[in-house]
């Protein structure tokens, strides 16, 4: 089955930049979907296909997809941005969607 | 306003079985395909479901297939989860979640309900 892979952690101060990666075998080739999720709280879609931004999400949040790696970029980091940060596409090969371990964000 | 309620969760023991329900709200349910996705205690998310508006095409993970099943019932704008055969692993938070019209991602998603498999 397809593995998605994330690092468990990132830190970040206020006001720079997070780049959290998602990898995958040619993962280039798929659609990649992410979700933030705070504590307590249900997931919440910040990036699809790709680089698409839903409605109200800040345009701060970005996202990137080439080769191997599928990148999340948040610009200008927040306090409110901590939060765990899900990757997810669609494995057509197994006909099911899959989830990265998720990166948590904290910022100093 | 959209809403997607979850109810039915609980404290089963291993082997039992469990039905899960997920009430939508605030659009038209049968034109959309749902999921069911859970959550264990401190872990990431897990894809557990797929079931299309017209109930058509359905998917299960691995993990699930063979003691799931996912159903829905249009006129009463409900999702379920029946759920046998319930081992330890499988306790987690189970949420629903909206597909969106396009395809391979969820736009929404309930707050969850709690299943959790002991002795």
């Known amino acids: 089955s397809y593995v998605l892979t994330q690092p468990p952690s990132v830190s970040v101060a206020p006001g720079k930049t997070a780049r959290i990666t998602c990898g995958g075998n040619n993962i280039g080739g798929k659609s990649v979907h992410w979700y933030q999720q705070k504590p307590g709280q249900a997931p919440v879609l910040v990036i699809y296909y790709d680089g698409d931004r839903p409605s109200g999400i800040p345009e701060r949040f970005s996202g990137s997809n080439s080769g191997n790696t599928a990148t999340l970029t948040i610009s200008r980091v927040e306090a409110g941005d901590e939060a765990d940060y899900f990757c997810?596409?669609?494995?057509?090969?197994?006909?099911?969607?899959?989830f990265g371990a998720g990166t948590k964000v904290t910022v100093l | 306003e959209m809403q997607l309620v979850e109810s039915g969760g609980g404290l089963v023991q291993p082997g039992g079985s469990l039905r899960l329900s997920c009430a939508a709200s605030?659009?038209?349910?049968?034109?959309?395909?749902m999921n069911w996705v859970r959550q264990a205690p401190g872990k990431g998310l897990e894809w557990v479901s797929y079931?299309?508006?017209?109930?058509?095409?359905?998917y299960y993970a691995d993990s699930v297939k063979g003691r799931f099943t996912i159903s829905r019932d249009n006129a009463k704008n409900s999702l379920y989860l029946q759920m046998n055969s319930l081992r330890a692993e499988d306790t987690a938070v189970y949420c629903c979640?909206?597909?969106?019209?396009?395809?391979?991602?969820?736009?929404?998603w309930g707050q969850g309900t709690l299943v959790t498999v002991s002795s």
């Open positions: 605030g659009f038209t349910f049968s034109t959309y395909s």
């Open positions: 997810q596409v669609w494995d057509s090969s197994s006909a099911a969607y899959v």
């Open positions: 079931i299309s508006g017209s109930s058509r095409t359905i």
């Open positions: 979640a909206r597909e969106t019209n396009d395809g391979g991602h969820f736009d929404y």
